[in-house]
């Protein structure tokens, strides 16, 4: 069956430790781990402290995104990627998730393929290279990442397709899921409606409240048996209490579940969160 988790990240700014209970008390599979500031992100010792004690097992750790933790694990990106794998291997994650560098990263944006490979030959696990979005200005796209910010096109092993980055690329979620094809490791479960609306902001909405195919490409690998993992990972930061924060996960939940094939003819349906999503 397949596993779906829970980003730790969506329950920000809540901690780490309310990422992995609430990942728990919606009925979530395990957790993606997001790389902070949080001391506790980058300790296998407190991860695997906070997985024995909500039951959750970590699936992925989310590399750290290089404009939010500039200093973790200091400013060299190759560190960045390795301590990530190696953390990934000390908590028995199978998989790295990763965005691809942005142009003036230097060596590191022009080798970054090659890193990715010897970073998976080095550790054993998947490095899932994250498809990303354009950044304009004046309608005019500034090609900001290097190698660019379609995995299918680089000659990387593994990949994890964002649904809501998608939607800002204006990238068929259906079509990236086929180019990709095998090396499609690991999905971002979220949704957008930006390109639609002309917004330039990464939206991270609830699945089924954006435009992308989100439940045609998750009944597709259900029905191919892809051994793959689906991850959560929305925004819940307007949630108004600790009740609507989880309403808000256990639909997202329910949304994968449904289309993954895995509930019951009477399951119930969870109680809809469409008024947190703005």
Not at 96 to 120: C, L, M, N
Request: net charge negative; with cysteine.
């Amino acid at each position: 069956m397949i596993k779906v988790g829970l980003s730790t990240i969506s329950v920000f700014p809540k901690s780490v430790e309310d990422g992995f209970r609430l990942s728990h008390e919606a009925g979530y599979d395990g957790v993606e781990v997001m790389v902070t500031t949080d001391a506790r992100t980058r300790s296998p010792e407190r991860l695997l402290e906070l997985s024995e004690r909500y039951h959750q097992p970590i699936l992925a750790i989310h590399a750290p995104v290089v404009l939010l933790t500039t200093f973790v694990w200091g400013r060299d990106p190759f560190v960045k990627l390795d301590r990530s794998a190696e953390l990934a291997v000390a908590v028995g994650a199978p998989t790295v998730v990763v965005h691809p560098p942005f142009r003036w990263q230097g060596r590191y944006a022009r080798t970054f393929e090659e890193a990715v490979r010897d970073t998976e030959a080095k550790h054993g696990v998947e490095v899932a290279v994250e498809n990303m979005f354009p950044w304009s200005a004046g309608g005019i796209d500034r090609q900001a990442y290097l190698p660019g910010i379609d995995p299918s096109l680089m000659d990387v092993p593994h990949a994890t397709l964002d649904f809501s980055h998608c939607a800002l690329a204006k990238r068929d979620s259906m079509e990236l899921a086929l180019d990709l094809g095998d090396r499609l490791r690991h999905l971002h479960l979220t949704d957008g409606v930006a390109a639609e609306e002309g917004k330039v902001f990464d939206e991270h909405l609830l699945p089924g409240h954006g435009n992308e195919p989100v439940a045609e490409v998750l009944e597709m690998l259900a029905a191919q048996e892809w051994t793959g993992q689906v991850v959560a990972e929305i925004k819940t930061r307007q949630a108004r209490s600790e009740r609507d924060r989880l309403r808000l996960l256990r639909e997202a939940l329910h949304f994968a579940r449904e289309h993954l094939g895995q509930l019951g003819d009477d399951a119930p349906e969870p109680e809809r969160a469409a008024s947190e999503q703005g």
